[in-house]
């Protein structure tokens, strides 16, 4: 599997790419923003994204979503709990002070259990409410998980933004990612990789 994650904007989200050696089709997770960077990469790995999919939306993972669709026509996935925050991204950028990303339209709805193949591979949506009530995570046998802003490396996301709630987003985590085996990778939204182990035994959040 190709696996390319890069850093884009002014809050740094890990946008990852996940793309298939053979059929050189991928998905982006969290375009946030630089879309013009993003697809540059996947144009210089000779990549196609089919899908353009978010771990939730907040304007710094879905900033670029616009950008990349237009210019591969990617299929955009969001979990439909999180909709109000795509149609609030205005609300969203006053209140850090920053100019309104455009507004991606949204090709279809994320749901728990669901995989989506790209090429020979599959990954598969876990619904982890709690950052926001459509926070999603996604597993990817190959690499791992890619957990957004629900687990960091020793730490958890916030939520005393819109719809966000902490017991929930404990929930989530003790429910659908601490069941992973201990070596199993974590890649979270922003920051550095980890591992379920590691977050088990040391994260204070937990």
Not at 47 to 53: N, S
Not at 79 to 102: I, K, M, V, Y
Request: with cysteine; aromatic share 8%.
């Amino acid at each position: 599997m190709i696996f390319e994650s890069l850093r884009v904007g002014l809050f740094q989200c890990n946008c990852i790419i996940l793309g298939c050696e053979r059929t050189r089709s991928a998905i982006v997770i969290d375009p946030g923003d630089e879309g013009a960077r993003i697809t540059a990469l996947l144009r210089q790995r000779g990549l196609t994204a089919i899908y353009a999919v978010h771990t939730h939306a907040h304007l710094d993972h879905i900033g670029g979503t616009k950008d990349v669709a237009a210019d591969t026509g990617a299929l955009t996935g969001l979990h439909e709990d999180d909709l109000f925050l795509r149609d609030n991204l205005a609300r969203q950028a006053e209140l850090f002070g920053l100019p309104t990303p455009p507004t991606p339209e949204i090709s279809f709805f994320l749901k728990d259990g669901v995989a989506l193949t790209f090429g020979t591979h599959r990954m598969e949506v876990l619904h982890t409410p709690g950052h926001t009530p459509g926070s999603v995570s996604f597993y990817v046998p190959e690499i791992g998980l890619v957990t957004g802003d629900t687990l960091f490396a020793g730490s958890v996301g916030r939520t005393d933004l819109w719809g966000g709630s902490h017991t929930t987003l404990i929930q989530s985590i003790r429910k659908q990612l601490l069941s992973f085996p201990e070596d199993t990778v974590v890649y979270p939204g922003h920051g550095h990789q980890t591992t379920i182990g590691q977050e088990r035994n040391t994260n204070p959040y937990l």
